[in-house]
């Protein structure tokens, strides 16, 4: 996979930017014994890890971590970049001085 950030797919809200942020629910690194979980039409991609969401399960004993593993093409408008998952976020554009 590139390093490149993919367009956000909308313009921002009138007066407001795309900033790229650490995404903190995601880790970077997949794994080849891990396939992508996407599934369309009841077919799952299938595709090699490149990250993972944490989905945790809510249990009477507590919380437990879930990792669900994703290929590239399916990282819902994420991407790697550096070690890191990224996503898009908006803020007001700062006024000129």
Do not use: Q
């Amino acid at each position: 996979m590139d390093d490149r950030r993919p367009d956000p797919g909308r313009e921002p809200p009138e007066g407001c930017e795309f900033f790229a942020v650490m995404d903190e629910g995601w880790r970077a690194g997949g794994s080849s014994s891990h396939r992508c979980r996407y599934m369309l039409n009841g077919r799952s991609c299938g595709a090699p890890s490149v990250a993972r969401f944490n989905r945790p399960r809510h249990l009477k004993t507590g919380i437990r971590p879930t990792w669900w593993h994703y290929c590239a093409d399916h990282m819902y408008g994420r991407w790697v970049e550096n070690g890191v998952v990224m996503t898009w976020h908006v803020r007001d554009i700062e006024p000129s001085r």
